[in-house]
């Protein structure tokens, strides 16, 4: 599984997912730092990638285009957290959802809850 981790993320949640086995990269990787959301969803899904952010916009836009990727993780509660909860509430997470973001969905975890919404979403 690959993760395309956004620029409200710092570059070290790819590191460390990349440290636990999975392909991962930061959006400044591939020069879409000040790309478009919608860009950076298009890339994501034509990259085979699952986006790792910290809004909730690319959930928006999965609602909208009722598309079925690229499926998304979004940590929420968690802006004045450092990197290292960032990495450790993913990491913690991920085994129990990985099947669900291999078959699309949308994944919200904060400190306290863990969500996952199959896709497309539906109205």
Do not use: Y
């Not at 949640?13 to 990787?29: K, P, R, T, W, Y």
């Not at 957290?81 to 669900?100: C, G, S």
Request: hydrophobic share 50%.
């Amino acid at each position: 599984m690959k993760f395309l981790i956004d620029a409200n993320l710092s570059p070290k949640v790819g590191v460390a997912l990349i440290d636990v086995g999975f392909e991962a990269s930061h959006v400044v990787e591939h020069e879409l730092q000040h790309a478009t959301d919608e860009e950076i969803f298009d890339w994501a899904s034509a990259n085979g990638c699952v986006i790792v952010t910290a809004d909730s916009d690319f959930g928006m836009l999965l609602a909208f285009s009722r598309a079925t990727s690229p499926s998304v993780i979004q940590l929420r509660g968690v802006a004045e957290m450092r990197a290292e909860a960032h990495i450790a509430l993913l990491v913690d997470n991920l085994a129990a959802v990985v099947d669900e973001l291999a078959n699309g969905a949308v994944v919200t975890i904060n400190p306290d809850r863990l969500r996952v919404r199959g896709l497309p979403i539906e109205r």
